[in-house]
């Protein structure tokens, strides 16, 4: 009988986990963290700067309702939406939640300080204080993912993936020089996060500032901007973040 209770009250434990398991993964926006690199500056919209004399290089996590405002144009067309950057056709789930494609920052670069400052945005990388890499996504890498969904190369779903890749030619961050007097921004494009990341650091791993009679870089400079998110689980008491 002792044995018999004893299973019971075991079953019942491992009900308990398997439903607490089976809550979906909660992960709040992307905000600036408390905590900077020097000659860093945070503005109220989330921006974070690095300011070297008349050089600014800025970065700012996006949302997928900001960029849905972005397109508006595209992400009005529900299912034959050509937004590139969220699943702007995709139903919000019970909980009020929406699967994330990519995760997504604008970068800028304001240069009045060099005669001209390289900064290619394939040295930019994510590192998770858990120890996760995340590397930025150049624009073939993009079609090769967009490309699946061309199916047969016809008709409406091979005009969205055309769309799409004009879109991103147009709005990812060039990589291109910088001239003195110029501004330069876009997108640059990571995987989603995984749903236990709740830190991030965006590092520049070379943006270069100083060229020789070859054109190749005598100085340059490497930062790193950081991030954090809350996260935790969707419960039927609401959300409840991890600790």
């Known amino acids: 009988m002792g044995c018999v209770g004893l299973l019971a009250g075991a079953a019942g434990v491992l009900a308990v986990l398997l439903q607490a398991c089976s809550y979906p993964h909660y992960a709040g926006p992307l905000r600036p963290a408390p905590s900077q690199q020097a000659q860093m500056e945070v503005a109220d919209d989330g921006t974070v700067t690095f300011v070297q ?24 067309s529900g299912t034959s939406a050509a937004n590139p950057y969220t699943f702007a056709d995709t139903k919000a789930d019970q909980f009020g939640q929406r699967p994330q494609r990519f995760t997504v920052f604008l970068l800028r670069v304001k240069n009045y300080a060099y005669p001209k400052v390289r900064l290619d945005p394939s040295r930019i990388v994510l590192r998770t204080s858990n120890g996760r890499e995340y590397w930025s996504l150049n624009l073939e890498q993009l079609d090769a993912y967009f490309r699946a969904y061309a199916i047969g190369f016809r008709g409406n779903e091979y005009n969205r993936y055309r769309a799409y890749m004009d879109i991103l030619a147009r709005t990812m961050f060039p990589a291109e020089d910088v001239f ?36 190749e870089p005598v100085e340059s400079a490497r930062f790193a901007y950081a991030f954090v998110r809350d996260i935790g689980q969707r419960t039927p008491r609401g959300v409840e973040l991890a600790r």
């Open 53 to 76: 004399d008349r050089l600014e290089v800025s970065v700012r996590p996006m949302t997928d309702e900001e960029l849905d405002r972005r397109f508006v144009t595209q992400t009005a």
């Open 180 to 215: 003195s007097g110029q501004e330069t921004s876009g997108f640059i494009v990571f995987p989603v996060l995984h749903p236990d990341v709740e830190a991030v650091t965006l590092e520049v791993l070379a943006a270069h500032l100083r060229f020789d009679y070859r054109n």
